[in-house]
């Protein structure tokens, strides 16, 4: 493993000739300068996810900005949620349709749609390995900061974006925040937004 956390290692290399991943190499989205580009989360990170979350058959994960759907497609595999992948870049979706389709998944969706206005409101889980900033991901955090006043939530985090969801006031979580590893917080008490 990486000394740092970071990086890819030869789980990544088992996964990857499972999912026989292949990025596309035509027809990129122009992308806003607050939208990060295209990084999977490494495999080790996954599992520690399905760890923190224990998810459940009730559960619903939704990975925004999830590429060619690498958390939806093994959550799929490894546990008995339904999940979802959000992303903006319509190749990476048909990538992982067509992952899905060929592993004969039936419980993950991918969905070509923006953050900001996909509909969120079946998620009980939600991850971001920093698919944005600044005033993309304020705008995604105060969406799930509304879904939050409807019922409790969970939202991982991986990469960069965790320092600023740590400071949301609306969620809390039961260890300190690390950079380098998946973090989970848990909504508070559902309340009217503010």
């Known amino acids: 493993m990486p000394a740092n956390g970071m990086g890819y290692d030869y789980l990544d290399e088992l996964i990857s000739g499972v999912f026989q991943f292949e990025e596309p190499t035509a027809g990129h989205a122009r992308r806003e300068s607050e939208i990060v580009p295209y990084q999977p989360t490494p495999a080790r ?3 520690r ?5 224990a998810l459940t058959a009730t559960d619903v994960l939704v990975d925004l900005g999830s590429g060619m759907g690498h958390v939806p497609l093994l959550v799929s595999i490894c546990t008995q949620a339904r999940t ?8 990476y979706v048909q ?20 953050a900001r206005e996909a509909d969120l409101s079946s998620g009980t889980v939600f991850y971001l390995y920093t ?14 900061r509304r879904e939050a006043t409807t019922r409790q939530i969970r939202i991982c985090t991986y990469g960069p974006c965790t320092p600023v969801i740590a400071n949301e006031p609306w969620l809390e ?18 309340s009217a937004p503010a």
């Open 84 to 91: 979802i992948g959000i992303e903006l870049e319509a190749n």
């Open 173 to 190: 979580t039961a260890e300190a925040p690390e950079t380098p590893q998946v973090v989970l917080f848990n909504s508070r008490e559902t």
């Open 131 to 144: 698919p944005f900033t600044g005033s993309v991901l304020r705008s995604v955090l105060d969406r799930l």
């Open 95 to 114: 990538r992982a349709q067509q992952c899905a389709q060929s592993l004969n998944l039936k419980n993950v969706t991918f969905l070509h749609q923006d």
């Open 45 to 47: 990170h996954i599992f």
């Open 49 to 53: 996810l399905i760890g923190l979350t």
